[in-house]
Nanobody
Framework: VQLQASGGGYVQAGGSLRLSCTAS????????VAWFRQAPGKEREWISC????????NYADSVKARFTISRDRAENTVYLQMNSLKPEDTGVYYC?????????????????WGQGTLVTVSS
């Protein structure tokens, strides 16, 4: 089982990026998937999740109305569309999957993790 996060890069403030979380050996549609990020020198923080039925999505206040999480079942991929990016969004972004039916903000609840993709937002 492997999760792979991709799509990070360097962008100016106000720009957009779309992150992808692709799974192999695991059907993401059966899992709640979350995105976390870790800024330099800071602890990892939860930023968004989508439950396995895709009927519920949650966002941290810091990204609400700017980020959108979605799922493509056919592609076995979860996306994080990030708009209006700010320098404080800079960090390594990780996707994680949990065999739960609810959004969980504690990373210890997630069994599978991607390797992380770096997002850098310049001012």
């Amino acid at each position: 089982v492997q999760l792979q996060a991709s799509g990070g890069g360097y962008v100016q403030a106000g720009g957009s990026l779309r992150l992808s979380c692709t799974a192999s050996g695991l059907t993401l549609a059966s899992y709640t998937v979350a995105w976390f990020r870790q800024a330099p020198g800071k602890e990892r923080e939860w930023i968004s999740c989508i439950i396995r039925t895709s009927t519920t999505t949650n966002y941290a206040d810091s990204v609400k109305a700017r980020f959108t999480i979605s799922r493509d079942r056919a592609e076995n991929t979860v996306y994080l569309q990030m708009n209006s990016l700010k320098p404080e969004d800079t960090g390594v972004y990780y996707c994680a999957a949990a065999a739960r039916g609810i959004c969980l903000r504690d990373g210890s609840n997630y069994r599978y993790w991607g390797q992380g993709t770096l997002v850098t937002v310049s001012s």
